[in-house]
């Protein structure tokens, strides 16, 4: 999702060796990410089955889903259009099952956590993933000839409408958390930058359906709302960015820095808000906020990096002792 994103604002930006080192870098990771994910119902079943039904990890497999969508908006900047097709469905299937299993599990479980020990901001990949269904379609729509482009239409504007009304429903509960109950500097991790990112990409697909309005007469007819919304997801957006950095801070006078694979769910945030303020300017001639996204493309490529960084280092670190370990016996 993070190393997706990233390509495609460095695509938006002009920086197109760096898209396209990053795209087939991402394409790799997507491959390995799945062979493990197999190897893993396979050897682990159990283990994975488990946490598909615990309140803390269940939502982190959405990012299945939204990672699925970012490589396929991948494919569309290239022209590799019949296998963006391929992930497309592929993606909607995963969402299908993904949705309905956890959802349903976690509501009929019978033991459950309060509610400060079972939501995070992880929760809201679920509405990164809709999202990503949402945009992957309308970008699809637009290389498919009458009626079928109408149909993926309403099946975009549809799934950006279930990712708002969930957006909703959990924020909700996440403001909730953050000001009804303690909150100490270690349960702010990196998954609560979702909290921009589900925003940032609302906005994104709300963009291109407001590009679409001439291929659907439901979605012209819908542009005061589409509009209007868009921006609001935007505005919602933005006014998290300062909220956000004032904890991050918070948290790091109290917890040193260092590597965690949970601080890409920074990165992709970071990335997704530098798209979506391209496209919704774009879309609604809103020149005057380009510079935020020429600001936000480096700020996501300079995260990424430094994520990047320390993903190598740790893995080095840990080959190293591993290496002295087996040296000593």
Request: proline share 3%.
């Amino acid at each position: 999702m993070a190393t997706g994103i990233v390509s495609i604002a460095s695509d938006r930006a002009g920086f197109r060796t760096v898209a396209a080192v990053l795209l087939w870098l991402n394409a790799a990771q997507y491959l390995l990410l799945w062979i493990l994910t197999a190897w893993r119902l396979l050897r682990y079943r159990q283990a994975l089955l488990d946490d598909l039904t615990d309140h803390q990890s269940a939502p982190g497999f959405f990012s299945a889903v939204a990672a699925t969508g970012v490589m396929g908006n991948q494919l569309i900047l290239t022209g590799t259009y019949d296998l963006a097709l391929a992930l497309w469905i592929f993606g909607l299937f995963l969402w299908v099952i993904l949705t309905y299993a956890i959802f349903a599990t976690l509501t009929i479980k019978e033991t459950k956590p309060t509610i400060d020990r079972g939501i995070t901001g992880a929760w809201l990949l679920a509405v990164v993933a809709t999202q990503s269904m949402a945009l992957l379609s309308a970008l699809l729509s637009q290389h498919f000839q009458q009626p079928v482009r109408l149909h993926i239409n309403f099946v975009a504007l549809s799934m950006w409408l279930w990712g708002g009304m969930m957006y909703i429903w959990i924020i909700s509960l996440i403001f909730y958390r953050y000001t009804f109950f303690k909150f100490s500097p270690a349960d702010f991790s990196s998954p609560y930058w979702i909290n921009m990112g589900a925003m940032a990409i609302s906005t994104l697909a709300g963009s291109l359906l407001i590009e679409n309005a001439a291929d659907a007469w439901f979605l012209e007819t819908l542009l005061p709302f589409l509009k209007g919304f868009t921006i609001f997801y935007w505005a919602t957006g933005t006014w998290w960015i300062p909220m956000l950095l004032i904890l991050f801070v918070w948290r790091h006078l109290h917890i040193p820095l260092k590597y965690d694979p949970l601080y890409w769910g920074t990165v992709f945030p970071l990335g997704m808000y530098a798209v979506c303020t391209f496209e919704m300017v774009r879309a609604m001639n809103l020149d005057f906020l380009l510079p935020i996204a020429h600001v936000f493309v480096y700020v996501a490529l300079l995260a990424w990096a430094a994520t990047f960084f320390g993903l190598v280092h740790s893995l080095v670190s840990s080959l190293i002792s591993t290496l002295h370990s087996a040296k000593g016996r």
